[in-house]
């Protein structure tokens, strides 16, 4: 007899199901918030919930939203912190003359966003150039959820460039949150932090496995980081640095086996996928748009204005023009199997900013007037970004299924 847990669990692992619960989520949100009970979203995304008073004076008391933010994306970005480990220890990022291309496009695919916004808000004034980073994301649960379905026929290596520019593009991401979006940290519970987090990394090293030691040790690394000032999804990717990729030395040398991040982010990446970041995005994607005024003067804000030119043109530029140019004038090249009209379409996938650009808008603006306008532009130049990439790459995807089909019937004739 099958176990519905396991084969759930399985569901959850696939890149388009993450894609569709994130996209139902937001489109949930939206219609809520833009409905008569619109003020229930409100009351309850503003519900306060946790104890008030902790040891060392720290309190938990977060409404709902705060909890999404800073609590259920700290399951996410545990499994973007065991990623970035894999890949430098174990994967692309390992072999310098194969990382170059992913982490300079990364890098151009950040600084033109920037570039542009702040260009575009340059005497906008009011802090508008504090969300300088909004549009500089990749949400790679979209991205790769719309490569899987537009590009069933498409380069292998296709996808792993796309994984490979998401998972360098998340650690910038979270290097912007914790340098660029944090006010005052309290070393003190900072260091206090370090304690549960080393006994965490002596535990996995240890091949520790038992939730009860683990899950404690994680809360409270959590609980210390949110309360030092420092944004709390910054834990989680600490926390996934020090899971081990492959087994020590102690237990028979690499060549005996993975290490337990493979294992981690197996069991934790349906909990993410399904649960946090659909959660995230439901209580992150209700904005109260207004009718078509409303969409209009949002759109025309120059903030949301930078943020949709960020994510559409910028990512698409900064990303292709990065890598044409390190591939025209450098020994580093594209995979093979990769055409330069193929990895257009990838850099304009990438252009789609949802789950981090959201959190960023958050932190740079808060609550209020202009957070709508900042979630407003990011949905809609997600979508834009989407759409012209969709296109793109299902005109290479029907190219590449074309040859493939051609070359199995003449095969099939010999």
Known sequence: MVNPSITLAHVLRKETVGGVLLLVAAVAALVWANSPFAETYESLMDLRVGPASMPFGLHLDLTVAEWAADGLLAVFFFVVGVELKREFVAGDLRDPSRAVLPLAAAFGGMVLPASIFVAVNLGTGDGALQGWAIPTATDIAFAVAVLAVVGTY??????????????????????VIGIFYTDD???????????????????VHRRVRAWWILVPLAVAVWVFVHESGIHATVAGVLLGFVVPVVRNAAEGGPSSGPGLAEQFEHRIRPWSAG??????????????????DGLVTALTDPIAVGIVLGLVVGKTVGIFGTTFVLARFTRATLDATIRWIDFLGIAMLA??????SLLIGELAYGPGERDDHVKIAILC???LAACLASIVLTVRNRSYRRRILAHNESGSVL
Do not use: N
């Not at 460039?161 to 998340?170: G, P, R």
């Not at 940290?185 to 535990?203: I, K, R, S, W, Y």
């Not at 252009?351 to 981090?356: L, M």
């Open 154 to 175: 498409l380069p292998p290596a296709l996808r792993t460039f796309l994984l490979t520019l998401a998972v360098v593009d998340d650690l910038l991401a979270v290097s």
């Open 185 to 203: 940290v309290d070393v003190v519970v900072l260091g206090l932090a370090l304690v549960p987090l080393a006994l965490f990394a002596f535990a």
């Open 275 to 292: 649960v946090a970041v659909p959660i995230f995005a439901f209580c992150a994607a209700g904005v109260t748009v207004g009718g078509a």
């Open 351 to 356: 252009g789609i900013g949802f789950t981090v």
């Open 381 to 383: 130049g997600s979508l």
